[in-house]
């Protein structure tokens, strides 16, 4: 990447936390088993993408073939698994025929039932988790959220096994054989972000099965990574949400020293120091997203608590004077992060609107709540989609600008969209109940 671009990264929440975040999120394992050498860079101040010499050599499995175009990628529920189906067949205003979406890859198998590969994994279509698998609840393994590329070629699955997750990518450059392999090829660990060059990712690796924990640049072609040196940062748990700015030179990320410590956002260049941005002693940031613009960033806090879905303050910090704006609540909990406008205008967020339900607060299905729009320069809140006594969840941003989410306005959770004047659509609907969808672009830039 050209100009040597920094990496000191990242966020936080105590072990506790992670578990918390992700309750009533999906649950996966998927661990490749490989003997692989890992090529890293440890210093004490903000890292400059490099080129690693070593190239690791990882497990892959050859997914079911998908079609060109803009691509709909989604978890359902029972049986767990990964499906896909054309954008464009959203965007025609009906629902997408059932005999479009198919099936890449199902979880769910107890693990005693799987028999462990070697090198590569082979299946039926469709594809069946590679080995080993370590089962979530109750013995089975279920997909989490989804974090396409900027450029479309691929696409990271995050699979928990409850409070540690594994991250699954995807490469789409070749829409015949897509690819799947380990982000990493060892350890337990969450997905943070991409770098604008759809090439390196950001990932914090817990202390288990790895020997150089804490935060990691990965290099998703050659599989290498970078350790990132986080100053007064206790464990790799207390990262919480970080963020690449668009140019990708500076990033900001959030720390958490343990439960009734608060939380600090902090932003590092190359070359530079660490700049604190904004602290609190009784919230922690959960969730972070930078502006297309450059000029500000957005985050979610929540009170530094026991309760697992509390209610969330949206904020902006001003990037030029450091200044911190409260906006709004919107939910909190379930690792929704607030969603910028391509024009930088307005902040897309997930608004409870059962503040006063207890019951809420401790499980994901009491959550009542709404699709808002934040006009940042005129201070306004609109509605988009009205609750109807449901949970909409899993908000997401397509490449037209639309926002796709799951919804159990209608029964069961399917997939719905809605346009930023508020049209709103039924996306699927054949019953099965689906989280985490995402619109995968069509690959603009082709990586050796």
Same mark, same amino acid.
């Given at each position: 990447m050209g100009g040597g671009v920094t990496r000191a990264i990242q966020a936080a929440v105590t072990p506790g936390r992670v578990n918390r975040l992700q309750v009533g999120l999906f649950v996966v394992l998927f661990s490749v088993v490989a003997a692989l050498t890992v090529a890293l860079a440890q210093r004490s101040g903000p890292v400059a993408i490099a080129q690693e010499e070593t190239?690791?050599?990882r497990a892959t499995v050859e997914l079911p073939s998908v079609p060109e175009g803009d691509l709909l990628l989604f978890a359902s529920i029972n049986p767990p698994a990964l499906l896909g189906a054309p954008a464009s067949s959203m965007e025609r205003g009906a629902p997408i025929p059932p005999d479009q979406i198919q099936q890449l890859i199902q979880w769910?198998?107890? +693990?005693?039932?799987h028999a462990p590969a070697e090198t590569e994994m082979e299946h039926d279509d469709p594809a069946t988790s590679p080995e080993e698998v370590e089962g979530g609840h109750d013995g089975l393994t279920l997909p989490g959220s989804l974090f396409s590329s900027p450029d479309g070629r691929y696409a990271a699955v995050q699979l928990y096994p409850g409070p540690m997750? +594994?991250?699954l990518l995807i490469d789409l450059a070749d829409r015949n054989k897509p690819v799947l392999s380990r982000l990493t090829?060892?350890?337990?660990?969450?997905?943070?972000?991409?770098h604008p060059d759809s090439r390196h990712a950001l990932y914090v690796a817990l202390d288990l099965m790895v020997s150089d924990p804490g935060l990691w640049i990965v290099d998703v072609v050659e599989g290498t990574h970078q350790r990132i040196e986080t100053p007064g940062l206790v464990a790799p748990e207390g990262l919480t949400a970080a963020a690449f700015s668009p140019a990708g030179a500076t990033v900001v990320y959030a720390t958490h020293g343990g439960m009734g410590t608060g939380s600090e956002l902090w932003a590092t260049t190359e070359g530079g120091e660490p700049r604190k941005l904004w602290s609190d002693k009784v919230t922690v940031v959960g969730s972070l997203s930078?502006?297309?613009?450059?000029?500000?960033?957005?985050f979610s806090n929540l009170l530094d608590s026991p309760v697992p879905f509390a209610k969330a303050g949206l904020w902006v910090v001003e990037i030029e004077s450091e200044q911190a704006s409260f906006l709004t609540v919107m939910d909190g909990g379930h690792g929704q992060q607030p969603l910028w406008s391509r024009d930088s205008a307005e902040l897309y967020f997930v608004r409870r609107d059962n503040l006063d339900d207890t019951t809420a607060d401790y499980e994901t299905e009491a959550l009542v709540s709404s699709i808002r729009a934040f006009r940042l320069e005129e201070r306004e809140e609109r509605e988009l989609a009205s609750s109807d006594g449901a949970r909409q969840i899993d908000l997401s941003l397509t490449p037209a600008g639309e926002l796709v989410f799951a919804s159990n306005r209608n029964g069961a959770a399917e997939l719905w969209v809605v346009s930023p004047d508020g049209n709103l659509r039924q996306v699927t609907i054949d019953g099965s109940a689906k989280r985490h969808p995402l619109v995968v672009s069509s690959a603009t830039q082709s990586q050796p």
């Open positions: 190239t690791v050599t769910g198998t107890p +693990v005693e039932e997750a +594994v991250v090829p060892e350890g337990f660990g969450r997905f943070l972000g991409w930078y502006s297309p613009d450059g000029k500000y960033i957005a």
